[in-house]
């Protein structure tokens, strides 16, 4: 089934790209009214209601209406309620009409096939919503696979072509950015004059060459990096989201390993969201992944809201609106404010260190 209907969508998809529009007029009205999509708005079809009763929240088939399923002469939608039939669409507009109905199908199928499989199993008078919204999740997962999945990104990426193109444009202009240019904390970013000073007040304290390496090194992210680069080889939906939020845990463990040994108080190694935000803004920009934004675009059509408010999904959103923000707000007025702001932020943590360094770094042991 899922050879066919991704056959079927790249068939549909090739017409368009080949198709003159110019050539007819009365194009734009077939699209608006032919069929792509196997599920009928008008029919008002649902595979399960939600028992209101507090004492349950069992399932209630409607066997009556079952019968649609299996009709194959379906009822024709109207794809653009917006458009009159007179209305010239573009071939932009009749791929966006065509994703937006594949996206529509393959939540129907995977509500569809969930809903076959409790009643198979006779699962519906004693299993939760919550499990059933679990299982057609898992279901979606298992169609967005290989060809499918295939498919709906590469129509996907047709739409984002130009929004692409700039995002490119962006990535190699800014490839050479540092961290402080994010306003990123220093005790993340580690711009040159910031480690100087507080080597200084190390061995002050009595560090000796313990800490040194503060010197010579910055945190590089290397792993997070690679980490970001590697998403778009997982098939699974599912494992996309899983590797972008281990991203966050890899963030935190290279932090924690740079600052390995050298007495600096925990509350500083903390990141906060503002900083998360400037970090994974970094991340993005230095993996120079041009399909990133295709990548992220279809996950979100696709994945559920209850998992996006989820603290996996939390992530997701945080890498969504990162990179949205890269695109929109990112520019040479920007990154100058938050050079102003870091060069801040590094003078009152220097004029800290040196009236009170207790207040930063931790009681040095002796060696």
């Not at 910031?194 to 061995?203: A, G, T």
């Not at 992530?315 to 990162?322: E, K, P, R, Y």
Request: charged share 25%; with cysteine; net charge neutral.
């Amino acid at each position: 089934m899922i050879f066919i209907l991704s056959e079927a969508y790249e068939i549909e998809f090739l017409k368009i790209q080949i198709k003159k529009l110019n050539d007819d007029e009365n194009i734009s009205h077939q699209y608006k009214t032919t069929n792509f999509s196997i599920k009928s708005e008008t029919s008002n079809f649902n595979y399960f209601n939600t028992s209101s009763s507090k004492e349950s929240d069992s399932f209630n088939f409607k066997n009556n209406e079952e019968k649609h399923i299996t009709n194959s002469n379906h009822e024709t939608r109207l794809l653009t309620s917006s458009s009159s039939s007179n209305d010239i669409l573009s071939k932009q507009d009749i791929i966006l009409i065509l994703y937006k109905n594949i996206i529509n199908d393959i939540l129907f199928y995977s509500e569809l096939l969930t809903t076959a499989l409790f009643k198979f199993y006779s699962f519906y008078n004693q299993t939760s919503l919550k499990s059933f919204n679990i299982l057609k999740e898992k279901i979606k997962d298992l169609l967005l696979r290989r060809n499918l999945f295939r498919c709906i990104y590469k129509i996907k990426s047709k739409l984002l072509e130009k929004k692409k193109q700039y995002f490119s444009r962006c990535l190699v202009e800014h490839y050479n950015i540092k961290p402080y240019s994010l306003s990123i904390s220093p005790y993340f970013s580690l711009d040159p004059n910031f480690r100087n000073s507080f080597l200084n007040v190390l061995k002050i304290q009595g560090a000796n060459m313990l800490s040194t390496k503060i010197l010579y090194n910055e945190i590089e992210f290397r792993e997070s990096i690679f980490n970001l680069r590697e998403i778009n080889k997982y098939e699974s939906m599912l494992e996309k989201i899983d590797a972008i939020y281990n991203i966050r845990s890899i963030l935190l463990k290279e932090i924690d390993n740079f600052w390995e040994n050298i007495p600096i108080r925990k509350v500083y190694k903390i990141i906060d969201a503002d900083n998360l935000l400037s970090l994974v803004i970094y991340l993005i920009i230095k993996c120079q992944m041009n399909d990133l934004i295709t990548e992220l675009a279809v996950i979100d059509d696709l994945l559920d809201s209850k998992i996006k408010s989820s603290r996996k999904g939390y992530f997701f959103n945080l890498m969504n609106s990162s990179l949205e923000y890269f695109i929109s707000h990112f520019n040479s007025d920007q990154i100058k404010e938050n050079i102003c702001e870091y060069e801040k932020n590094v003078k009152q943590i220097l004029n800290i260190l040196a009236i009170n360094p207790e207040i930063i770094i931790d009681k040095i042991k002796d060696n």
